[in-house]
């Protein structure tokens, strides 16, 4: 049981270029999350997913899009990255509330660094 | 939205207690949640609350909730060498999402 999993760990990136980041969960949840960290703000949401095919902007979804074409994946895209696209990425999962785990706890993966020149 | 603040930065001396704050301003949060960050690593949940108690203790945490001043608290009892991280506080949202905190990094002096 691997948890959440996030490939790349690092990247650098010139100004626009595109990348896809990977999350992937092997907890059979059903929302899964991308956040991005800056310092001194905290995790800030990008896009959400409360199920396969489905996804959702949260805070700050601008130079962004997502996919969940399996349950299990939600990635992450940057169809031209900008300097201010520079941060640490993470990836989080959660069963649903109610299910059989009766689980309140997103699952957090590791981080991706990711670096815009 | 939901605001959350926090102090960024606390330092005690190993041994003594910690004492972290946050204020939100969204009073239907049902749960709100601390969680813990070490360097380089994700987020790990350390405890959470239910907007009907005020008060919850897991050994040597415990959570104060203030409904009516929308303040919620996390004191760590015996604070250790190994507590240092940066500390997130998130109150649930809407049953789905959660909003953070800037975090507090916990720094303890030996």
């Known amino acids: 049981n691997a948890g959440v999993t996030q490939t790349p760990k690092f990247r650098v990136l010139k100004t626009g270029q595109s990348m896809t980041l990977l999350c992937a969960q092997d907890m059979n949840h059903e929302y899964m999350y991308w956040y991005r960290q800056d310092p001194g703000m905290g995790l800030r949401l990008i896009h959400y997913s409360v199920g396969e095919g489905t996804t959702a902007k949260g805070e700050v979804p601008d130079g962004y899009n997502v996919s969940r074409l399996k349950k299990q994946n939600f990635l992450l895209g940057l169809e031209s990255a900008a300097p201010s696209q520079t941060s640490v990425y993470f990836c989080a999962s959660k069963a649903e509330r109610g299910g059989r785990t009766n689980s309140y706890e997103q699952y957090f993966g590791p981080g991706t660094r990711l670096t815009v020149t | 939205g939901e605001d959350v603040e926090q102090s960024l930065f606390l330092s005690v001396r190993e041994g003594d207690s910690s004492v972290i704050n946050c204020t939100y301003t969204?009073?239907?949060?049902?749960?709100l949640y601390w969680y813990k960050q070490e360097p380089g690593a994700g987020l790990q949940l350390l405890t959470y609350?239910?907007?009907?108690?005020d008060m919850k203790q897991d050994q040597r945490l415990t959570v104060l909730l203030n409904k009516k001043d929308k303040h919620l608290s996390l004191r760590i009892a015996d604070t250790q060498t190994g507590d240092s991280a940066i500390y997130f506080c998130a109150p649930e949202a809407d049953g789905q999402n959660f909003v953070f905190g800037p975090g507090t990094r916990l720094s303890v002096l030996p």
């Open positions: 609350i239910f907007s009907n108690m």
């Open positions: 969204d009073s239907s949060s049902t749960y």
